[in-house]
Nanobody, 125 residues
Framework: EVQLQAFGGGLVQAGGSLRLSCAAS????????IGWFRQVPGKEREEVSC????????YYADSVKGRFTISSDIAKNTVYLQMSSLKPEDTAVYYC??????????????????WGQGTQVTVSS
């Protein structure tokens, strides 16, 4: 059974940085995509970023390009999201997710097959 454990949320001032981590266990395929979504109350869950383990290709939502960086440690089955220049509008619950078929790109929300628990990120102005 695939399990995703997310860490690293917290409270930070605007302009600050945070790093999220997500450790995946129970994955039996070598080539899959893993990444992050976020959600605020009353809104749909939004794609943030993902990475494909096979070739390291990445995807970023326009709203986070240039500020967020996704990276992975294949040996640890862990993905990281380094968030910099944070804005109050980045405040959300951040969810880790996988697509075991390996798709990572715009619209990958439709192909996500596993979700982790959320971690709250709050950016104060």
């Amino acid at each position: 059974e695939v399990q995703l454990q997310a860490f690293g949320g917290g409270l930070v001032q605007a302009g600050g940085s945070l790093r999220l981590s997500c450790a995946a266990s129970g994955v039996t395929v070598d080539d899959y995509a893993i990444g992050w979504f976020r959600q605020v109350p009353g809104k749909e869950r939004e794609e943030v970023s993902c990475v494909t383990y096979s070739d390291g290709s990445t995807y970023y939502a326009d709203s986070v390009k240039g500020r967020f960086t996704i990276s992975s440690d294949i040996a640890k089955n862990t993905v990281y999201l380094q968030m910099s220049s944070l804005k109050p509008e980045d405040t959300a619950v951040y969810y880790c997710a996988t697509d075991l078929w390996g798709y990572c790109g715009r619209g990958w929300k439709r192909t996500v097959d596993h979700w982790g628990q959320g971690t709250q990120v709050t950016v104060s102005s």
